[in-house]
């Protein structure tokens, strides 16, 4: 432990973003870096506990109060060694994870945890601006060929381990260029794109061959790739969005979310020029249907769109602002989240079902919503509608963010043959093996829609287990 008394002396400080009228006129990152000084000081206020929960809470298991020391004393090199050992891409975490270990820190009970995201992302730019990252291909190759469908963070992470394990590994992606989400759904302000440039780069110089606008399954066929490869790991997410079947669904004007996302970023990197989106929010009244983070991106690309007026509804009703008994800590916190969009200006409403989407010359003008009421015992919660709160929100671009259901079963998973669980993900068994004998799948696709860090995680097991199925198979 750094210094026995930091967290006494010292509050926590976090790097801030930046000023909200400067930063909705670009797509540029609005988290902000604080200096190093300031950053080490953070780093003193880890008391290294005895039972480390930030650890417990952390899917990939990072070792925090062990790099949190390091980074105190000023050893970045260090930290980052350590940091590197269970996490492959801290640079996507330390911007995007909703920090679950910050949640279990001790410290938390005073509602003061440590910067853990924060220091993450401070150690691992540190490691690129020093040098520390550089691309080291294997010693040695196995001669074995790992086929990896999917470039999200969990094939990434798992082309990656593979790779370091000696192994051939293709990385293939349908889409034309590799990231997955973390490229095409997570807008450019909350993670740049060029982080994920900079990662696949060493990837590629230390040997993973990255195949781009390859969709298994039609441009290539499941059988070729089974019997081309020893092994596959399939990590093609949960793409199948949920959708709100209720009167006006076909009206224009009503988007996936995803869809409306993806085109933003698309003309962000040039792949696509502006006038090609339909679904932009210029001049328009934005009404986002779904309170989560998916929904929170599409508050903030409609205000940099120039929408003229953002709303988001919420079925589940408003949640607490702090703890409630039935949550203690060290579990995450499922209170009130205000996130960067929203502080950029959008009302927000919950309790609130939609009834219909209402058009004019087949486009939509309005969704009526109705006020629900939510009640429960036993674990179980019941809605039911409130009486005469019907009323009609106006909108002309209406964007449907309420998450995903399953993978695309149409294509690969149906040629493949795998079996479903009860929610049609992938289903595997704890060796992360599919009911097809070479097949091995990882991150949403068998988890259900979740978060990069989960993803990542997902990917590194898979790939370990992908590794003892090779070794006993030579
Ligand atoms: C808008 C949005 C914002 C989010 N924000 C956050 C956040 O801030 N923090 C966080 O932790 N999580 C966030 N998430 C969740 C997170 O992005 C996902 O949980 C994570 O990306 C899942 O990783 P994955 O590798 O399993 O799948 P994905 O990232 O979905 O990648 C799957 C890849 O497989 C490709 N693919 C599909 N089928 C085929 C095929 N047949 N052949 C070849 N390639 C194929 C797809 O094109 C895609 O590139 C967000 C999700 C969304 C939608
Ligand atoms: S990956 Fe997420 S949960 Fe783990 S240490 Fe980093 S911010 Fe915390």
């Known amino acids: 432990m ?4 930091g967290f006494l002396k010292i509050k926590r400080k976090e790097a801030g973003n930046r000023p909200v009228n400067e930063r909705i006129c670009d797509y540029s990152e609005v988290e902000q870096i604080l200096n190093s000084e300031d950053r080490m000081l953070q780093a003193s206020r880890c008391m290294e506990c005895g039972i480390p929960f930030c650890h417990w809470s952390c899917p990939v298991d990072n070792l925090i109060p062990e790099w949190n020391d390091m980074l105190y004393r000023g050893d970045w090199k260090g930290a980052y060694k350590r940091l590197s050992e269970t996490n492959n ?33 401070a150690i691992v730019e540190r ?31 798992a082309a990656d381990m593979l790779n370091r394990a000696g192994h051939e590994v293709t990385l293939f992606e349908k889409d034309e260029k590799a990231g997955g989400l973390l490229r095409y759904g997570i807008p450019d302000f909350k993670l740049s794109k060029t ?30 790739i089974t019997e081309a490869y020893d092994a596959i790991c399939v990590t093609i997410g949960a793409g199948h969005p949920r959708d709100l079947q209720v009167e006006g669904r076909d009206l224009d004007g ?65 949640p607490p602002l702090s703890r409630a008994e039935s949550n203690p800590w060290p579990h995450y916190a499922k209170i009130l989240k205000t996130s960067t969009s929203h502080e950029e200006g959008c009302d927000r409403y919950w309790s609130l079902s939609t009834v219909r989407f209402i058009g004019k010359d087949n486009k939509v003008t309005g969704v009526e919503v109705e006020e629900v009421e939510w009640t429960g015992a036993n674990g179980k919660s019941l809605m039911s509608p409130v009486p005469g709160t019907k009323r009609i929100i106006e909108a002309d671009l209406v964007l449907l963010a309420l998450g995903f259901v399953h993978p695309v079963l149409e294509g690969m998973i149906s040629e493949l043959g795998v079996e479903l ?15 097809h004998p ?4 990882a991150g949403d696709t068998v988890n259900g829609a979740s978060l990069v860090v989960r993803a990542i995680a997902s990917g590194r097991n898979a790939a370990r287990e992908i590794n003892n199925f090779l070794n006993k198979n030579t």
Do not use: W
């Not at 196995?142 to 094939?155: E, F, H």
């Not at 070479?438 to 799948?441: G, S, Y």
């Open 2 to 5: 750094g210094d026995i008394t």
């Open 89 to 121: 891409f801290p640079e996507f975490t330390g911007r995007i994870c909703p920090a679950l270990c910050e949640h279990g820190c001790v410290l938390n009970i005073q509602n003061e945890p440590v910067t853990i995201r924060e220091n993450e992302v």
């Open 127 to 157: 490691a690129f601006t020093e040098g520390y990252i550089k691309p080291q291909p294997p010693a040695v190759r196995t001669g074995r060929k790992v086929a990896v469908i999917g470039s999200g963070p969990a094939g990434m992470a």
């Open 195 to 224: 982080v994920i440039d900079r990662r696949l780069d060493i990837m590629i110089r230390e040997g993973v061959m990255v195949k781009t606008a390859t969709e298994v399954g039609k441009d290539i066929s499941a059988r070729e």
């Open 254 to 318: 009503v988007h996936f979310a995803l869809d409306f996302l993806t085109a933003q970023n698309r003309i962000n990197d040039s792949s696509a020029p502006e006038s090609i989106s339909d679904k932009s929010a210029r001049g328009k009244k934005v009404l986002v249907i779904g309170g989560g983070d998916t929904g929170s991106d599409c508050v903030g690309t409609s205000i940099r769109q120039k929408a003229e007026k953002v709303t988001q509804i919420e079925i589940l009703p408003k």
């Open 421 to 435: 669980d009860a929610r049609k993900n992938v289903k595997v068994d704890r060796y992360h093996a599919t009911s």
């Open 438 to 441: 070479k097949v091995f799948a």
